[in-house]
């Protein structure tokens, strides 16, 4: 690729707001000295899953940021001003700190207190994980347990990237050694508790066998090193167990990353197309991949970006049955510019396709299975069928 690096971000939602878990897929070069390859887009390539056309290119945004600069004001604000003008939704700027961050989340580390949380069906937010070792596990929570509040802020009913979000202090910049409070329920038991944030590692695959005899791979986000954890879980299943790849929730991370977890079940070939500025190229796997291990796919409308890149080619070369819901339907590639403050500001400039030639933008990748509560169950009853062919 060019020295090139695919890789998802957080996405900050407006100026001053906060940092959330919603990853954007990015393409990145260069992007930490500035030197990003290219000029300014010069149009987008066609195709119905294209969003509108940018009306402002990043040329126009560093020529706002320097003029800004000149005039003694904000490169940040001149850049986030042409951006909102842009009728790009994954058009951002971030302050050099927060970009900073982003490098730390995909090498797998974060603040925070150690929960996942997940969001029920009246609206209610239910602790899905407690890690283990960390502040929350120390206090006595529990999976299953009800989150009701964050800081006195009632959380029934937000966007669990929202919930998360106040649990990790994005709108304050909060350190490891500051305090959250939370308020939480347990059956009939309501208390209230403050935990100190740590800086805590994430486990991006985990596996387990079910006693069916298949091995469940979770991958809850492509961070560093996660492709190559994949396909070390892949070469220690035991023969003739099938595999369901779990990627519920995945958000994203490095495509390099994805692109190596597919190449575990693939021999080599087409990942996916993308296109840069209306240049089109290619993403393939590494050959040598299992191609014989029975395999499901679990998604639901939590798996996106990166991790619908794999599905996509998972599904599309026969390689996987997907079961679940709908995905969430991001596919978009935006362009970082370093700004003369060292803030980023980056725009879409193309969008990816799956080997087949389906866009995934707006429009998210249907399963093959429709489930919902029972998805891994449905998934086991899949599995054994292809396991008898």
Not at 110 to 126: P, S
Not at 345 to 371: F, K, M, Q, S
Request: charged share 25%; proline share 4%; aromatic share 4%.
């Amino acid at each position: 690729m060019s020295g090139r690096d695919l890789f998802c971000q957080p996405r900050r939602i407006g100026r001053g707001a906060t940092l959330t878990l919603v990853f954007a897929t990015v393409l990145a070069a260069g992007a930490a000295t500035g030197a990003l390859p290219g000029s300014s887009p010069r149009g987008q390539a066609p195709g119905p899953n294209r969003t509108a056309a940018t009306s402002v290119s990043r040329h126009d945004v560093a020529r706002a940021a320097a003029e800004a600069m000149a005039d003694g004001k904000s490169p940040a604000e001149a850049a986030e001003r042409a951006v909102s003008r842009s009728g790009d939704r994954w058009a951002a700027v971030y302050s050099e700190g927060e970009y900073e961050e982003f490098a730390e989340a995909l090498d797998g580390r974060y603040t925070g207190v150690g929960l996942w949380a997940r969001r029920e069906r009246d609206g209610r937010i239910e602790i899905a994980r407690v890690r283990s070792g960390s502040p929350a596990a120390d206090a006595g929570i529990r999976a299953g347990d009800r989150l009701r509040s964050v800081d006195g802020r009632r959380v029934d009913g937000r966007p669990v990237t929202e919930v998360v979000s106040l649990l990790r202090g994005d709108a304050t910049d909060a350190a490891a050694g500051t305090t959250v409070r939370l308020g939480l329920e347990r059956g009939t038991r309501a208390w209230t508790l403050t935990l100190r944030r740590a800086s805590l590692s994430t486990e991006p695959v985990t596996v387990r066998g079910l006693p069916g005899g298949a091995t469940v791979i979770k991958v809850a986000a492509f961070t560093r090193g996660s492709g190559e954890r994949v396909r070390g879980a892949v070469r220690r299943v035991p023969s003739g167990a099938g595999i369901i790849l779990d990627l519920r929730g995945n958000s994203g991370g490095l495509v390099t990353e994805a692109v190596t977890a597919a190449s575990a079940f693939l021999d080599g070939g087409l990942v996916a197309t993308y296109d840069v500025d209306g240049e089109q190229r290619a993403l393939h796997a590494k050959p040598g991949g299992d191609t014989r291990t029975p395999l499901v796919t679990l998604v639901d409308g939590g798996t996106m970006s990166a991790a619908e890149l794999v599905t996509g080619a998972l599904q599309d070369r026969g390689r996987a049955v997907v079961v679940g819901e709908r995905t969430f339907g991001k596919g978009s590639v935006q362009m970082p510019s370093r700004l003369p403050d060292g803030s980023v500001a980056e725009l879409t400039v193309g969008h990816y396709r799956t080997p087949a030639g389906r866009g995934v933008d707006g429009r998210g990748i249907t399963p093959d299975l429709e489930a919902d509560r029972g998805a891994l169950r449905q998934a086991e009853t899949v599995l054994s069928g292809l396991g008898k062919q």
